[in-house]
């Protein structure tokens, strides 16, 4: 019983820790935009400007929610509900700490990669159902990058799950006690970076979206809450990749003892999310096609090169054994 | 590639770079003593109001947000008998200044002039006069160009020249 108890109470603070870092990403990415083009960023309402998550919130549910009438109706309520739906899911397997995490799977990497596949549909889905030209530019050009950076997000993860011989997370940073999988795997942590800028939409590979050519993308007819949940998903998106880096490469909840596990991989989430924004401040849109080619011509040859030679390596360490 | 990770670099040093940002209504900005903001009309040293009335701003003003209308006092001397500019209208590009032929009207560096109603924006003459001669401190066009008071014309004065004939050929 107290361990159903314990568990629940693991579920829900995961939930809402999820819910509310990526609310407070608004706040987050805004200031630290604003910091890097030297300006201030919203600083009036509440402390530091963090009650703007609050005025956000207030005004994105008050917004009058508007279903075009040219717009499939059930699919176009279903497609925000399935972005936050697999990102949240994806949150399950995290080893947030040594005895914190809400399932512990043997697959969870396979879960990890299999619902941030799922997350495509939302996007396409979204761009289907709105039945407006932009939307669906949006939603098509969102299934190609997606679809395509999958396959290097799982490439330039296999040779994490090699070197730790196992797909699960817990074990997966276990195995990183004496060496954080950053520096082995260093090829397969950048690939892994870009391929999860493009799974976020982020800003070099923010095609699906590109305000400027598609006035919004795929969320074109969306407004007030379903708007608001593709945003949630989309920075709950940034935190959950963030997590996943911390997990994969940068040893997850491993750090010296003055501080707990726990503030270890929320501070090394904290900054990789800190790195997707400066990322948005440098860097300029791609064309769609040097998106495409970057990733068939560059990552995917990258990739099979970090297989080959990492599986190399590790046959000459264990002698095939 | 490099390029990206160095563009990457140097917006990361904008961390420790001061914000350009002037938080408004606490820090005010430098204001330039010729920027145009809200219209005046200034007085001369003596403190009497210095315009006279002529149109000039009125017909210069593309947005013809100045009406007024002359009178005179019992010298003769012209005034406005009421001097009006609607701010609602006003676009600020000073042409009524350089327009004036004594100085009186003025822009100055002063923008905060909003209001909640449209007819606030309506600026009488008792709202434009101000008790001071503005950008110009020591000029006053009657010492330049003569007075006509009762009974005796312009240079006719004692210790007064003659005015000078504008339309004569000689120097």
New interface residues.
Partial sequence: MSMTVRTIVIVLIVLFGALFAAAGMIWVERRLLAVWQDRYGPNRVGPFGLAQVLADMVKIFSKEDWIPPFADKVVFVLAPAVILITVLMSFVVIPIGPYFRVADLNIGLLFFLAMSSMGVYSIVLAGWASNSKYSLLGGMRAAAQMLSYEVFLGLSLVGVAMIAGSFNLQEIVNAQRNLWFCIPQFMGLIIFYIASLAETRRTPFDMPEADSELVAGFHTEYSAIKFGAFFVGEYAGIVLNSAMITTFFFGGWLGPSWLPPLVWFLVKTALLVCTYVLIRAALPRLRYDQLMSFGWKVLLPLCLLNLIVTGGVLLAITGGG | MLN?VR??W???L??F?????I?YPEERPYMPPRFRGRIVLTRDPDGKERCVACYLCSVACPVDCIALQATQDEHGRRYPAFFRINFSRCIFCGFCEEACPTYAIQLTPDFEMCEYHRESMVYEKEDLLISGPGKHPDYNFYRVAGLAIGGKDKGEAEHEAPPVDLHGLMP
């Fill in positions: 990206l563009g990457i140097l917006v990361f904008h961390l770079h001061r914000p350009e940002t938080q």
